[in-house]
């Protein structure tokens, strides 16, 4: 079993930056994929983005392009969430999601509300 624990939330201005983080309980793989979504009060969750462990391939969803960055260190199992220029619109509540061997794990989501 494993467990995600994400932290990095917070309230912060039009424009703003913040870095968010996920933290696995034991190991990360080179099959394994970490990504980022977000659930915002009335909507569906939304992918933000993903990364391939191994390779570090990356996707993003079309709202976020050039403004936030996945990233990953596999030597403290950890992925991590870059947002700059960070707009009203992406206040949510920001999930970590892993997935291995056809198997989907989440953390319990970090609140991140941009406001001024």
């Known amino acids: 079993q494993v467990q995600l624990v994400e932290s990095g939330g917070g309230l912060v201005q039009p424009g703003g930056s913040l870095r968010l983080s996920c933290v696995a309980s034991?190991?990360?793989?080179?099959?394994?994929?970490m990504g980022w979504y977000r659930q915002a009060p009335g909507n569906q969750r939304e992918l933000v983005a993903v990364?391939?462990?191994?390779?570090?391939?990356?996707n993003y969803a079309d709202s976020v392009k050039g403004r936030f960055t996945i990233s990953r260190d596999n030597t403290k199992n950890t992925a991590y969430l870059q947002m700059n220029s960070l707009k009203p619109e992406d206040t949510a509540v920001y999930y970590c999601?892993?997935?291995?061997?056809?198997?989907?794990?989440w953390g319990q989501g970090t609140q991140v509300t941009v406001s001024s």
């Open positions: 999601r892993l997935s291995r061997l056809l198997r989907d794990y």
């Open positions: 034991g190991s990360i793989f080179s099959g394994d994929t």
């Open positions: 990364i391939i462990i191994g390779s570090g391939t990356t």
